[in-house]
């Protein structure tokens, strides 16, 4: 059985409000799905940080690191996909419809010991999805149709 064998794995979702934490805490951005969208994830895909591309309503595609589990360090209680958009947005999108391919896995989920050392992970995360992205075989899923597919839908493929 392959650990990965549900990649790429496509999903579409409302952006809601999550725990705050992101841009508050961290200066690092997260968009949030829904718990309906988190429930839809296949349950044996393995919590930890993934990296693949993003696209909000119907913009421009864009590099992602997408967390997915129980953020160990904040002690979650319910399960997030938690996705930073490596990109300066000016304002938040909130409601908007948010499309992402998840490509490729970077680690699995891990406590720190404190909230620099878990900035200084989600940094080295962050470059190592800009190299990996810049593979042939993940820069080609940037222009999936997926991403040019009408607004409003929130079902998820593989």
């Given amino acids: 059985m392959r650990l990965f064998r549900h990649l790429p794995y496509?999903?579409?979702?409302?952006?809601?409000?999550?725990?705050?934490?992101?841009?508050?805490?961290?200066?690092?951005?997260?968009?949030?799905?829904?718990?309906?969208?988190?429930?839809?994830?296949?349950?044996?895909?393995?919590?930890?940080?993934y990296y693949g591309w993003a696209c909000?309503?119907?913009g421009d595609v864009h590099k992602m690191v997408v967390s997915i589990g129980w953020n160990p360090f904040y002690k979650n209680i319910k399960k997030s996909v938690e996705t930073h958009i490596i990109h300066t947005f000016k304002d938040d999108f909130y409601g908007e419809i948010l499309s992402i391919v998840i490509t490729g896995y970077i680690r699995p989920e891990k406590n720190f010991d404190s909230v620099e050392a878990l900035i200084s992970a989600i940094q080295e995360d962050i470059e190592e999805a800009k190299r990996q992205l810049d593979l042939p075989e993940h820069l080609k899923?940037?222009?999936?149709?997926?991403?040019?597919?009408?607004e409003g839908k929130t079902v998820n493929k593989q």
């Avoid at 200066?27 to 930890?48: C, H, K, L, R, Y």
């Fill in 56 to 58: 909000v309503g119907n």
């Fill in 10 to 49: 496509f999903c579409r979702g409302e952006v809601v409000k999550g725990f705050g934490r992101g841009s508050k805490e961290l200066g690092i951005p997260t968009a949030n799905f829904s718990e309906q969208v988190v429930e839809s994830f296949p349950s044996d895909m393995s919590t930890g940080i």
């Fill in 141 to 150: 899923l940037k222009e999936d149709n997926f991403f040019r597919l009408p």
